[in-house]
């Protein structure tokens, strides 16, 4: 079993409809949870970062984390065509500049106008 | 402000041969990863580069190593390259120390591909 799972979609949604991105996990001891975007041909880009459970919210973006059932989502709303691309979570046992990131595969979204 | 850059961006070699990929970081980061995202997976950590020393390594045979140098920048090599090589290498860079909200920027990537 992976350490995180990901559901790699692809996902399709009409302009404007609210998009909900998942990731579960089986490691416990992960409290720093973090979702990043990346572009085709391009790197990844931090969107939210979030410790231990609760909701935290960003414009359009709502990430919210349950350590209880070890499961985290992204929440997009009123998405746009420019919102399409992978979508990767990513999560670490540990803060600071020396932890290791564990990632899960990316949810390909496609935003259609 | 450059942001973290890469070079170069596409790159092929043959199987056997050795391969350095290079990273500048962003201005004021003073540590760099390495990761290798294959087609259609998430980014695996390669390693961490802090004060010109490997600070972290993740599961890679020695066939991958590394180096920093005294202004931050850093190099991957990669020998005796075999075809399972191939993949998006990313660079990222963030600043050591910067506390429960540290932030890794990532580069664009080296797409290395073995023929």
């Known amino acids: 079993q992976k350490e995180v799972e990901q559901d790699p979609g692809p996902l399709s949604v009409p302009e404007g409809a609210i998009v909900s991105l998942n990731c579960t996990y089986s490691n416990s001891a992960f409290q720093y949870f973090m979702w990043y975007r990346q572009y085709s041909r391009k790197g990844p880009e931090l969107l939210m970062y979030t410790y231990s459970s609760g909701n935290k919210e960003d414009g359009r973006f709502t990430a919210q984390v349950d350590k209880s059932s070890k499961y985290i989502s992204l929440f997009i709303r009123d998405s746009q065509p420019s919102d399409s691309a992978t979508y990767l979570c990513?999560?670490?046992?540990?803060?600071?500049?020396?932890?290791?990131?564990?990632w899960g595969l990316g949810t390909s979204l496609a935003v259609n106008p | 402000d450059a942001g973290v850059t890469q070079s170069p961006t596409h790159l092929i070699k043959t199987r056997g041969q050795q391969v350095t990929l290079r990273c500048s970081p962003k201005?004021?980061?003073?540590?760099v990863s390495w990761y290798q995202q294959a087609l259609g997976q998430g980014p695996q950590f390669i390693f961490q580069y802090y004060e010109e020393e490997e600070r972290q390594r993740g599961n890679f045979p020695d066939r991958f190593s590394g180096h920093q140098f005294p202004n931050y920048s850093s190099e991957l090599n990669v020998n005796a390259l075999l075809l399972g090589d191939s993949a998006l290498y990313l660079c990222?860079?963030?600043?050591?120390?910067?506390?429960?909200?540290?932030?890794?920027?990532f580069g664009p990537g080296t797409r290395l591909t073995v023929l």
């Open positions: 990513a999560m670490s046992a540990r803060a600071g500049n020396n932890r290791k990131l564990i």
């Open positions: 990222a860079s963030s600043l050591a120390d910067s506390g429960i909200t540290d932030t890794q920027y």
């Open positions: 201005s004021g980061h003073d540590t």
